[in-house]
């Protein structure tokens, strides 16, 4: 299993190689920061770090050619519930777009649906 490092490399190798712009870049890794602190010592049921989980799915998105704002959304989207951060917090912190996107996921997640 990949470390929360190996991960991080990863993602950093993956932002390396889109045409982020450095402010972008800047924005990201200030997100990761930001995710890895409100996580800190939280560990999911397995066993692994709680920040796995944004960093994986922040991978998957850089590895699409998403946008910065959406890599930075991937990185926050369990800081409000699994952390102690507000939709405010982010707002203030990231803008407007990162938290609208983080807003519409945690509704879909609140979403019941079935297979009929």
Known sequence: MKTTDDL????????????????????INKAY????KEHQGMLRKNG???????LNVAIIVANLNSDAITVVAALLHESITH?????????????????????????????HLTDD
């Open 8 to 27: 991080y490399l990863e993602l950093l190798d993956r932002i390396n190689d889109n045409e982020y712009t450095k402010e972008e870049k800047e924005l």
């Open 33 to 36: 920061t930001y995710a890895t």
């Open 48 to 54: 692994d770090p709680y920040i796995a989980h944004p």
């Open 83 to 111: 952390g102690s951060s507000t939709l405010e917090d982010l707002e203030n912190e990231f803008g407007t777009q990162v938290k609208d996107i983080i807003e519409s996921l945690m509704k879909i997640n609140k979403l």
